[in-house]
């Protein structure tokens, strides 16, 4: 069975910092392109960023420069470092699996809050 | 704003049918059979019911299909169930710049 785990998740100050972190499991974790995405209080789903099995990286213009995804095949495991974070990126942050099909997320975690306040 | 847009809210009686429809551009749903929907229940995790346009993950049953025409997909719920009640929500890939593309999410009210 597909597990993802995150975990990180917290109440940070504009201009701060946090790194989340997601626990892999259940499947082949270094074959497959895992994505982050997020969803805002009462809004919809926004694709943030993704990183292929041989680290090919993608960010969503609104975190690019601010966003760092990361990998490890050997813990498996998932990451993303948010520096200088804004208001607007209070989320619930999944971490997600690519199907391998086309372009879908077949799996998900439970998903990590971020708030961002003074 | 979403890229992707979708009527706010949808509902039906059970046992009936219900069409959801998401609406994109030549850049992303009318260029890609790569659309994917997906179920969100109050306070869970998207679960994946759709993907390139009309298949089905293992698991999710025939009553949910997909379709695309031009710029517009669509989901179809038939023989709406009381379990059916939840957000929608459809996504597209958009090219390598843009990745993938959500829209607003569909509330869906069984009656």
């Known amino acids: 069975e597909v597990q993802l785990v995150e975990s990180g998740g917290g109440l940070v100050k504009p201009g701060g910092s946090l790194r989340l972190s997601c626990a892999a499991s259940?499947?082949?974790?270094?074959?497959?392109?895992m994505d982050w995405v997020r969803q805002a209080p009462g809004k919809g789903l926004e694709w943030v960023s993704s990183?292929?099995?041989?680290?090919?990286?993608d960010y969503a213009e609104s975190v690019k420069g601010r966003f760092i995804i990361s990998r490890d095949n050997v813990k498996n495991s998932l990451s993303l470092q948010m520096n200088s974070l804004r208001a607007e990126d209070t989320a619930v942050y999944y971490c997600?699996?690519?199907?391998?099909?086309?372009?879908?997320?077949?799996?998900w975690g439970q998903g990590a809050l971020v708030t961002v306040s003074s | 704003q979403s890229a992707l847009t979708q009527p706010p809210s949808a509902s039906g009686s059970p046992g009936q049918s219900v069409t959801i429809s998401c609406t994109g551009t030549?850049?992303?749903?009318?260029?890609?059979?790569?659309v994917s929907w997906y179920q969100q229940r109050p306070g869970k995790a998207p679960k994946l019911i759709i993907y390139?346009?009309?298949k089905r993950p293992s698991g999710v049953p025939g009553r949910f299909s997909g379709s695309k025409s031009a710029n517009t997909a669509s989901l179809t719920v038939s023989g709406l169930q009381a379990e059916d009640e939840a957000d929608y929500y459809c996504?597209?890939?958009?090219?390598?710049?843009?990745?993938?593309?959500f829209g607003g999410g569909t509330k869906l009210t069984v009656l």
């Open positions: 997600a699996r690519d199907g391998g099909f086309g372009y879908e997320f077949s799996d």
């Open positions: 996504s597209s890939y958009a090219g390598s710049k843009n990745y993938v593309v």
């Open positions: 030549s850049s992303d749903v009318g260029n890609y059979n790569f």
């Open positions: 259940g499947f082949t974790f270094s074959t497959y392109t």
């Open positions: 990183i292929s099995w041989n680290i090919d990286i």
């Open positions: 390139e346009v009309s």
